[in-house]
């Protein structure tokens, strides 16, 4: 029994909401069955209905975007189980072992590649005085962010667990770290640009500017020391304030 | 701030802050969008897209892993806009004066976010609970009902966060603007420049790649010395 395009729609759309009652106890698991429900509806009935539900309301987090192709595959597992088939992995076990190597992934990918190389990319625009700012970074950033979405889950829906295999093709971890690196050139950029209109502003030679780099490493060093990011703006800004009513 | 600025900038929060977390994460609630949106619908969207970019670095490195809660920067960016927009009328303040005062009120006020982040996720463990119960009932249609109440949850705590910062900030600021503020002129837009550079020593610490710092110091020194040059 195939399920059919609107129920798969349905809970793709359903996945968007994946974190809305997160909590500490079981993370996402109520997002899951949220996701799930419509799917689980139409394949289950009467106690096999029940027993479905209760299988979903366990213990689970993971990236909300790697979240598709888990849930893909987790359909179609559910499905060749509603039809009898035999099944390799049961689905507790298949969401058990891919939840936490999937977050690790897409934690990686999205919040320390995809979101700071959108980020510092879009403040060019915003130190530039351009409004298009906000949409730069929403377009670069939702790109991928869609595409894991729709490609996982009818992804993981065709390939069932050996959806696993495809995402360890695409080497997602490797090209997380060639975002970060293009995120480190981009932010070396935007900082000189921001100090070098700085000086201009305040009239001062623009060679002076290179001093922003030790006081950079100090506050590498800061935070390595565990003083938080609060602290050293409030602090900085002190700083700032007592040198130029010393000097005025 | 009349009522219907704080409705509208409170909406925003709102919108924004579900999307932190509870709803699509399309990232509507990163500083560099939220605020110029809160600017815009206040009439200064220049000024929100300023703070915007000002607060947008310093939390960037910081990931929302497991239980762990982040510094709500989504309440920062909305409430430093409204303060930064309640300070420039109140006085002929420069602008990086403004700023800089509405950011280092915020700041500390958006603190109680994570404190409210933290309510909304325990009431949601209460959800848990109950939506189980509903299961036992056979209740099917409620236990997927049950999963919605959580953007109430969340949606409470983002709106308390914003009114703390935005409320208890212009209270503060109306107190403190007019004591500080001839103390912070002199530093002029030097004030600013703490910000972009606190976010980038966060980045650099977080970022887990080899050679950072060099690569970081290469791409700053060339890039300013180019632009000395042209």
């Known amino acids: 029994m195939r399920l059919p395009g609107h129920i798969l729609l349905r809970s793709l759309c359903r996945s968007f909401l994946l974190q809305a009652s997160w909590n500490f106890e079981r993370m996402q698991n109520l997002g899951v069955l949220y996701a799930m429900g419509p799917a689980l509806r139409f394949l289950y009935s009467g106690a096999q209905l029940k027993a479905a539900y209760q299988r979903h309301l366990s213990y689970f987090n993971t990236h909300p975007f790697m979240s598709a192709p888990v849930l893909g595959a987790t359909l179609a597992q559910e499905e060749r189980k509603a039809g009898g088939q035999e099944v390799s992995f049961s689905v507790e076990e298949f969401k058990g072992m891919i939840m936490a190597p999937y977050a690790a992934i897409g934690d990686a990918l999205f919040w320390g590649g995809v979101r700071p190389l959108a980020a510092c990319t879009a403040l060019f625009f915003a130190v530039k005085g351009s409004l298009l700012a906000p949409l730069v970074f929403l377009a670069l950033f939702n790109l991928p962010h869609m595409m894991m979405r729709l490609w996982g889950f009818f992804r993981g829906y065709a390939r069932g667990v050996s959806v696993v295999e495809v995402i360890q093709r695409r080497r997602l971890p490797d090209v997380a770290i060639r975002f970060k690196e293009g995120t480190i050139v981009l932010l070396g950029g935007l900082s000189a640009y921001l100090t070098f209109s700085i000086c201009g502003r305040q009239g001062v030679e623009p060679g002076w500017g290179l001093l922003a780099l030790p006081a950079t490493y100090s506050l590498i060093w800061l935070s390595r020391k565990g003083l938080s990011t609060l602290f050293l703006v409030i602090a900085g800004l002190g700083l700032v304030v007592t040198f130029f009513q010393v000097v005025s | ?230």
């Open chain 2, 1 to 230: 701030m009349t009522v219907v600025e704080f409705s509208l900038a409170g909406l925003v929060a709102v919108l924004c802050g579900l999307d932190r977390m509870a709803l699509c994460q399309f990232m509507i609630s990163r500083p560099v969008v939220a605020a110029p949106l809160a600017g815009l619908v206040l009439g200064e969207p220049m000024l929100g897209l300023t703070i915007g970019a000002l607060v947008e670095l310093l939390w960037l490195g910081r990931l929302p892993v497991g239980a762990t809660i982040p510094p709500d920067d989504t309440q920062i960016a909305v409430g430093g806009t409204c303060l930064a927009i309640h300070i420039a009328a109140s006085g002929s303040y420069s602008e990086p004066v403004s700023l800089a005062l509405a950011l280092m009120i915020a700041m500390p006020l958006a603190k109680s976010g994570q404190l409210f982040d933290h309510m909304a996720r325990r009431a949601n463990d209460n959800l848990g609970r109950r939506v189980e119960r509903f299961l036992h009932a056979g209740e099917f249609v409620a236990v997927e009902r049950g999963h919605l109440l959580g953007l109430v949850h969340f949606a409470v705590a983002a709106f308390f966060t914003f009114a703390v910062v935005t409320g208890l900030g212009s209270l503060i600021s109306m107190a403190m603007v007019p004591l500080v503020a001839a103390y912070l002129e002199p530093a002029g837009y030097w004030l600013l420049i703490v910000f972009p550079l606190t976010g980038a020593a966060m980045i650099l610490r977080s970022i887990r790649i080899n050679h950072s710092i060099t690569l970081f110091s290469a791409s700053f020194a060339s890039a300013l010395l180019m632009l000395w040059l042209l």
